[in-house]
């Protein structure tokens, strides 16, 4: 089971000047981030002329690296087209950003990760604006086999995230962005807080007592109790080990 985003392949290379040699040796997702960042300043009211040169920050979650194994003959790109760090620098490259240029690989929560660190950014007047970006592609068979081997994802096919029915997860392509300007960003995001489990059961189990210490901090950086807040994004595996 899985979802996936219909016609991958399909990229707009003359619109940000990429070569074809160059676009053979592009992980899809290096492309899905400048066709829905693009959107997204676009949708912001920002135009491409306009952000030229401005001290604007790119923050992109992304965690996948099945295109290296899918790439069948490497060339010369192959570099640039795989490694994460481009996956955000082709960002601020095409569109002549000066602002800091981060990419950040924590597994699922990259993109929250991302999310927090640009707030720090703005807060710190770092950046005057900021693009936030996340995305996931699926292109080989064999990494859905290891998930499945492991146990990690749904038998049946359905997520169930903090629900006693959790049996696992299931895999995802997805990419979204969004601009967010310097004034506005308070108002998006009231508060944000990233920590480590450190050590417990395994590599990849919940620590308890570190995720309760965490929500303390998240509710101290927003002087909010969890009664006051619209809404909260987490991160949870549907999984009976995980969601607890």
Do not use: W
């Amino acid at each position: 089971y899985g979802t996936f985003i219909p016609n991958l392949d399909l990229f707009d290379q003359q619109a940000f000047r990429v070569s074809t040699a160059e676009v053979a040796s592009m992980d899809p997702q290096q492309r899905l981030l400048l066709e829905l960042s693009y959107e997204a300043f676009h949708g912001g009211g920002l135009n491409r002329r306009d952000l030229f040169g401005t001290n604007l920050g790119v923050y992109v979650g992304v965690m996948s690296v099945e295109f290296r194994e899918a790439l069948e003959q490497p060339n010369a790109f192959a570099m640039t087209g795989t490694g994460h760090c481009f996956a955000a620098g082709r960002i601020s490259y095409a569109l002549g950003l000066h602002g800091s240029c981060e990419a950040f690989d924590t597994a699922c929560s990259s993109s929250l990760v991302a999310c927090h660190s640009a707030r720090r950014a703005l807060q710190n007047r770092d950046c005057s604006n900021a693009m936030l970006a996340g995305v996931n592609v699926l292109l080989v068979p064999s990494m859905l086999e290891v998930y499945a081997a492991a146990g990690l994802t749904s038998p049946s096919g359905r997520s169930f995230a903090f629900d006693a029915r959790a049996d696992g997860f299931v895999r995802g392509e997805s990419c979204g962005a969004a601009s967010v300007q310097g004034q506005l960003a308070a108002q998006l995001f009231v508060g944000s807080c990233v920590r480590q489990d450190g050590k417990s059961a395994t590599l990849t189990a919940p620590n308890g007592t570190a995720q309760q210490i965490m929500f303390g901090a998240l509710f101290a950086d927003t002087s909010s109790t969890a009664a006051q807040l619209s809404m909260m994004e987490a991160a949870a595996n549907g999984s009976t080990l995980g969601d607890p």
